[in-house]
C-alpha cells in the first residue's frame, strides 16, 4: 500500500469521519476504533511538519465523533466534563491586556496559511476566520458554517464580561460548547498571544472593518 503524505485539514476531517465510522461499524461488524486507528497509520507517513500525532484523538474528540456518528447526544456529565477542561485549558493574555492591533487581525483572519507540511517550523498561521465567518461587509466571499460576526462588537460592546467569553471562545471554543467545530487556536498553538490578541482586537475595537456599517 503506497502511503499518504499528511495533510492537516484533510487528514483530520478523514480522521474522525473514519473514527467515528468505527464506533458505528464496530456495533453492525465488529470492527474497532482500534483496527480503524491501525490502517490509518499504516496509510500515512509524516513529513515536514505535519507529524503521525495529527492521527491521534483526544478522549474529547472520541466522544464527540461517536456522538456525531451515532446521533447519540453527550450525556450531561461528559458536556460537563468537556467544558470544564476547556476552560481549565484557557490561559488570559499575561499582560492582562486583551487587544492587540485590529490591522493584524485582519491579516490573520484572511490568511489560511500554516500548519501544512509544506510550511516552514515556526512560519506565522493564520486564523483562516473568513472560510467559516462573515466578518465585514467589503469582504464578498465567506463561510456560513459560524455564525456571521459582523458588528460583533458594536452589538455587543467591550466590557470585562465579553473579552472573557471571546478570549475563551478563540482560545478553546470547547470552554463554551461541547463538541463545537471550531478550531482550539490558542490551547492547540495555532495562533500565538500577540496574534489572539490582534483577532480580539478585529472582532471588538470600534474602528475595525468587523464593527463598520
Given at each position: ?75 450531561q456529565e461528559q ?33 489560511g496559511r500554516g ?36 458588528h460583533y462588537g ?60
Amino acid at each position: 500500500m503506497k502511503k499518504s503524505t499528511i495533510a492537516p485539514f484533510t487528514v483530520l476531517a478523514g480522521l474522525l469521519l473514519a473514527t467515528a465510522g468505527a464506533y458505528a461499524d464496530e456495533v453492525v461488524t465488529g470492527t474497532s476504533a482500534e483496527d480503524v486507528q491501525a490502517v490509518l497509520e499504516a496509510s500515512f507517513e509524516p513529513k515536514g511538519i505535519a507529524k503521525m500525532d495529527r492521527l491521534e484523538q483526544s478522549a474529547m474528540q472520541k466522544a464527540c465523533s461517536q456522538a456525531e456518528m451515532t446521533g447519540k447526544p453527550l450525556s450531561q456529565e461528559q458536556v460537563a466534563q468537556i467544558t470544564k477542561e476547556a476552560m481549565a485549558s484557557v490561559k488570559p493574555p499575561v499582560d492582562g491586556n486583551y487587544l492587540g492591533d485590529w490591522k493584524a487581525g485582519e491579516k490573520i483572519a484572511q490568511s489560511g496559511r500554516g500548519l501544512q507540511l509544506s510550511d516552514k517550523p515556526g512560519a506565522p498561521n493564520g486564523g483562516n476566520c473568513y472560510a467559516c465567518h462573515q466578518m465585514s461587509k467589503a469582504e464578498i466571499s465567506f463561510g456560513n458554517i459560524g455564525p456571521s460576526l459582523l458588528h460583533y462588537g458594536k452589538l455587543r460592546g467591550s466590557s470585562k464580561e465579553i473579552l472573557d467569553y471571546t478570549w475563551a471562545k478563540v482560545y478553546n471554543s470547547h470552554a463554551n460548547m461541547a463538541c463545537s467545530n471550531m478550531p482550539r487556536f490558542g490551547a492547540a498553538g495555532i495562533l500565538t498571544e500577540e496574534q489572539l490578541k490582534d483577532v480580539m482586537a478585529l472582532l471588538l475595537d470600534p474602528e475595525s472593518p468587523v464593527n463598520k456599517d
